[in-house]
């Protein structure tokens, strides 16, 4: 019996006619198809599993990615939808969008220059000229945004807000929200404002002319005024040459009367409305940041600027810039600079430039 099973094991062992079945063939197979890829043998110890395991971190930074990813193109078909279907909508939207960004971002960078400020011990008039720009910039914004901020703490007002904000943007919203027509727009009424106050100024200066004690600076205020009625743009000199008699009475900063300090104000952009101490410290806080702008930005160089900074530079101080070239502004503001470096203390001279120098620059008469 023994004998027998040996007798028929052995063919089946050294390769006789004996066939194996499919399933045991198939099995041979997959087991030498994965001996040659380098699959797991059998008897492997755990650690050569092939199975990949990712770190917590990794799986986190992995969803993490495709959420973004997905919010990506959910936002940018959204995006495309208001654009086909809602055009006027879809323009206002990405405007208030855009605005929400810019002003997040200078209010990272107003926090990091006060607080580089604070750990060094600078003052203001000691930073660089585009920090010292952008920190006067980031508090006009900041003020002029605090009405809404004030209205908008009663319950449901906040929808009175947004109302305000969509039927008065030029008074209520900082240029970030603005769109590229309102920007224009915005900026040409504005300077209209201004203009409307220079005739006032200059009937202010030709009346004071009989009280200036002094008979060469009575002279040289005569000729000023009758350069700019008749429409000729001063020179750096003539300027210049008032210094002293703007640095007393009648024409100096403390010496100003109310009705010539509201003039000023409304050429400044500033807000005519307050009782005349208000007004007169107001105008010298203003024209003492100018000043020192001045100062920081001859230190820096005009060259140094960009179109639109010297663009935004001129227009701070009187010169309606988006009607004139950026060669013509930056030859406008190198007068300027002349005639704010070589004064100290004749703020009220300053201030009176914004008239002097600007009303009559090539482009601006109409």
């Known amino acids: 019996m023994a004998l027998s099973w040996v007798c028929w094991a052995r063919p089946a062992l050294w390769g006789s006619a004996v066939t194996p079945t499919p399933y045991i063939t198939r099995r041979l197979q997959l087991v030498r198809f994965g001996l040659a890829w380098g699959a ?7 650690c050569r599993s092939s199975k990949l395991h990712l770190s917590p971190k990794a799986d986190v930074k992995s969803l993490i990615s495709s959420l973004v990813t997905k919010t990506k193109v959910i936002s940018g078909k959204y995006h495309r939808f208001l654009d086909r279907h809602f055009p006027r909508f ?5 405007t ?7 002003s997040w971002a200078d209010a990272k960078k ?14 203001f008039h000691q930073l660089s000229y585009r920090e010292m720009e952008h920190l006067r910039q980031f508090r006009r914004d900041v003020t002029k945004c605090l009405f809404l901020g004030i209205i908008s703490i009663p319950p449901f007002a906040n929808y009175l807000v947004f109302l305000l904000m969509y039927l008065f943007p030029r008074q209520l919203l900082i240029k970030h929200f603005w769109t590229p027509k309102q920007q224009i727009d915005f900026l040409e009424i504005y300077h209209t404002i201004r203009k409307q106050s220079h005739p006032e100024i200059l009937c202010y200066l030709e009346k004071i002319i009989p009280h200036i004690s002094d008979a060469g600076l009575q002279w040289h ?6 350069k700019v009625q008749r429409g000729t743009h001063p020179a750096v000199h003539d300027i210049l040459a008032l210094r002293e008699g703007f640095s007393k009475h009648p024409l100096g900063m403390n010496h100003l009367h109310t009705l010539q300090m509201k003039a000023l104000s409304r050429a400044m952009l500033l807000t005519p409305h307050l009782p005349s101490v208000l007004l007169r410290h107001r105008l ?3 024209t003492t940041v100018i000043h020192q ?3 920081a930005l001859a230190k820096l160089g005009i060259s140094q600027l960009t179109a639109q900074e010297v663009k935004s530079a001129c227009y701070l101080r009187g010169l309606n810039s988006t009607l004139i070239a950026e060669e013509r502004c930056r030859a406008w503001l190198a007068e300027w600079l002349q005639i704010s470096c070589s004064l100290k203390a004749e703020l009220s001279l300053l201030l009176h430039n914004v008239v002097l120098l ?5 482009g601006t008469r109409r």
């Open 358 to 362: 600007s009303i009559n620059y090539t």
């Open 221 to 226: 205020m005569t000729e000023l005024c009758t």
């Open 90 to 94: 879809y323009v206002l939207y990405t």
């Open 284 to 286: 010298k806080t203003h």
């Open 40 to 46: 797991p043998r059998l008897f492997d110890p755990p």
């Open 96 to 102: 208030f969008m855009k605005g929400l960004q810019m």
């Open 110 to 123: 107003a926090k990091r220059i006060k607080t580089n400020m604070w750990k060094h011990n600078i003052k």
């Open 293 to 295: 702008l001045d100062k």
